[in-house]
């Protein structure tokens, strides 16, 4: 069954500072993988996702992923971090899931913070 | 575009109400889903519509039962609230076939007191 872990549920950077969030995935067939933002009390918004083209995936805002098959990893990168970044992220796996294919399971979240 | 529109935005009910949650979306998605957000338990997903005239149990459906009306609508009704399902309730679609990205509703945020 595909699952996925996220290092760290608060995260608190300097601005201009790196942000690194960390996702692991478990998956038994080749995953398509998402990073989701939500600003404080707003739905979920899609930052980038992989679907097997290029490993290093750009997003918006400046935010990138890469995929690393050996790791099972798809950490979320962003050079520096603007006041604005400060949002829960949330790191998704495609997947067959109740008998469906398509289904998205949802690590637990990482608040980041940004400190001025 | 509104994209995924959910009603109502907030609700406060008593134990025992009941009461159903609208969703609708106007991007023509084949796929539509319920989940419910818990501090520190990321999405959990309650019931899914993979096609019109199709649903599916998620994750935790106890509690809940789905209606999926036509393509564009997607309701979720709490037959007897329990304090338990205090929670934000999001609403999703996706076109399957595409790609499995899901688009989100603003949320309705539910009190059971």
């Known amino acids: 069954a595909q699952s996925v872990t996220q290092l760290g549920s608060h995260v608190s950077v300097s601005e201009g500072a790196l942000v690194l969030l960390r996702c692991n995935y478990s998956?038994?067939?080749?995953?398509?993988l998402f990073w989701y933002v939500q600003y404080p009390n707003q739905g979920l918004q899609l930052l980038l996702k992989?679907?097997?083209?290029?490993?290093l995936v750009k997003g918006i805002n400046g935010f990138e992923a890469e995929f690393k098959k050996s790791e099972t990893s798809f950490h979320l990168t962003k050079p520096s971090a603007h006041m604005s970044d400060a949002a829960e992220y949330f790191c998704?796996?495609?997947?067959?899931?109740?008998?469906?294919?398509?289904?998205?399971?949802f690590g637990k979240g990482t608040k980041l913070s940004v400190k001025p | 575009n509104a994209g995924v529109t959910q009603t109502p935005k907030f609700q406060v009910l008593k134990t025992g109400q009941s009461m159903t949650l609208q969703c609708a979306q106007d991007?023509?998605?084949?796929?539509m889903y319920w989940y419910r957000q818990d501090p520190g338990m990321g999405l959990r997903l309650i019931y899914y519509?993979?096609?019109?005239?199709?649903?599916d149990k998620g994750e935790v459906p106890n509690g809940y039962n789905v209606s999926r009306l036509n393509k564009r609508e997607f309701s979720l009704r709490l037959e007897s609230a329990a304090p338990s399902q205090t929670s934000v309730y999001f609403c999703?679609?996706?076109?399957?076939?595409?790609?499995?990205?899901?688009?989100f509703g603003p949320g309705t945020r539910l009190t059971v007191t």
């Open positions: 998956s038994s067939v080749p995953p398509y």
């Open positions: 999703a679609s996706s076109d399957r076939q595409r790609s499995y990205e899901q688009y």
């Open positions: 519509s993979a096609s019109e005239g199709t649903t």
């Open positions: 991007m023509n998605h084949n796929s």
């Open positions: 998704a796996v495609s997947g067959y899931y109740g008998g469906s294919q398509g289904n998205l399971i």
């Open positions: 992989y679907t097997s083209a290029a490993t």
